[in-house]
């Protein structure tokens, strides 16, 4: 079996807020990033997740790819590297050395290769894995936790113990409540009020109230809401505000 993902990397100002993404499909794929950081060092890190991922699984690996920098430095540069002690041709040092020699300890052992794919022209896989990784970068300029995925469950270990456990998880928001949108000729409440029923006689209502709402989840009901969160192009944060 082969396992097709694309992998990309997003920095808002290169440097500046960074995300990664890796992406098969809406149920496999991963993402992170840093405070500050450069658009190849979210490439790498996106390969490297990747391999992370998958490293469980003895399966061939494509890895789709719109930066010729990291195909370049895995598939042809990296072997002379490091038998110069990580040292380009000119003796200088080589750029973003910790993720690369992550990388090359990941390969050990992998059967993979590695496909160039434009970047914005509207590949499914590499339009998937843009939108995380953006989103992800976003997040950390806005200083809000990113969306990171469910990982790689298909078919393993993470998906068994995702079905099985009964250990809930939760999240948190902090959320503005919003005006009463109801007219007057809106009907009765519910005798059984719900979670977004806001308008009962004990609701204070003001646009500058903050209330702060935990909510319990299992695991997989955390991965469908970060699933719904990052096809809306929002944190969990951002998403369960609107829901709200």
């Known amino acids: 079996m082969t396992i097709t993902a694309a992998a990309d990397g997003s920095a808002l100002g290169n440097p500046g807020p960074a995300g990664w993404a890796w992406y098969v499909d809406d149920a496999n794929w991963g993402a992170g990033g840093w405070k500050h950081a450069t658009n190849n060092q979210g490439e790498l890190k996106a390969v490297l997740e990747l391999f992370r991922a998958t490293a469980h699984l003895d399966d061939d690996?494509?890895?789709l790819c719109d930066s010729q920098?990291?195909?370049?430095s895995v598939t042809k540069w990296m072997k002379g590297w490091k038998a110069k002690g990580w040292r380009k041709g000119d003796g200088k040092p080589v750029m973003n050395l910790d993720l690369l020699t992550e990388i090359d300890e990941a390969l050990v052992g992998?059967?993979?290769?590695?496909e160039w794919v434009k970047g914005h022209v509207g590949h499914p896989l590499n339009e998937a894995a843009d939108i995380r990784a953006r989103?992800?970068?976003e997040a950390f300029q806005r200083g809000r936790a990113p969306a990171t995925g469910p990982g790689y469950t298909r078919g393993g270990a993470a998906a068994a113990a995702?079905?099985?456990t009964d250990v809930p998880t939760r999240a948190a928001a902090t959320v503005a409540t919003p005006p009463n949108p109801r007219a007057a000729t809106a009907p009765a409440a519910p005798a059984h009020p719900g979670l977004f029923d806001f308008d009962g006689p004990d609701f204070n209502e003001s646009d500058d109230d903050l209330s702060t709402v935990t909510v319990t989840l299992s695991p997989l009901e955390l991965t469908r809401l970060q699933q719904r969160a990052a096809r809306a192009g929002v944190g969990i944060d951002e998403f369960l505000r609107g829901l709200i």
């Open 135 to 137: 989103t992800a970068a």
């Open 162 to 164: 995702a079905a099985q």
């Open 61 to 63: 690996l494509l890895v």
């Open 110 to 114: 992998r059967r993979f290769r590695f």
């Open 69 to 72: 920098y990291v195909i370049n």
